[in-house]
């Protein structure tokens, strides 16, 4: 498994907001991924025209998701603005004040959305979907976890969370969404004082 680096914490609510955009998430994922742009980068990246992109990455800079590194000097002796984000790796990790849950709940579904889009785009027939070498698939299930097993599912989700956050470009690789999602549930079925088998 790949040695973690020290993670950064996001923890104000106003960064949260920032990213509960589909549009804003989708360029700090792609920062993220790929490193310092240029705006006409970021645009090639997302198939968006650039002039809609800029309002966007003027929000993160100002929330410090973002921040501007060293101009480049383009044709004609023209400054072109190169933009990453502030640090890597990061972490959510939201208070439980109303306005911070309020965050969490907009950035869980413009996640949620941005998934589904980036998966209905890779979803064709040249694509594997089974094997080693799947480059698309979707799953969601329910499943029962004691202690041990829960522990387990934890280090597994660490181990790719690991893998993806160390990797850049280069001309072997490809560039994948990667989404997970674990949350204990309520049977709804359960009455109280009902006990589980053991």
């Not at 400054?79 to 709940?105: G, Q």
Request: aromatic content about 6%.
């Amino acid at each position: 498994m790949p040695k973690r680096p020290k993670q950064h914490v996001i923890t104000k609510p106003e960064q949260l907001e920032a990213v509960a955009s589909p549009v804003r998430q989708e360029i700090f994922d792609t920062l993220y991924s790929v490193g310092p742009s240029s705006m006409l980068e970021i645009a090639e990246y997302l198939g968006r025209p650039v002039e809609g992109l800029y309002y966007h990455v003027k929000m993160l800079l100002k929330v410090g998701l973002l921040v501007k590194k060293k101009p480049r000097t383009v044709q004609g002796n023209r400054e072109e603005m190169v933009v990453d984000v502030a640090k890597r790796p990061l972490r959510m990790m939201p208070d439980f004040t109303k306005r911070s849950l309020k965050a969490v709940e907009k950035y869980a579904w413009a996640l949620l959305r941005v998934t589904g889009r980036d998966f209905l785009k890779a979803f064709s027939p040249g694509r594997p979907r089974m094997g080693p070498g799947r480059r698309v698939g979707i799953s969601r299930g329910k499943t029962w976890l004691n202690k041990e097993e829960l522990a387990e599912v934890n280090r597994h989700l660490a181990e790719i969370s690991a893998i993806c956050e160390q990797q850049r470009e280069t001309q072997d690789r490809r560039l994948f969404t990667v989404t997970w999602v674990l949350a204990e549930v309520e049977p709804r079925n359960r009455k109280k004082g009902r006990k589980a088998s053991s």
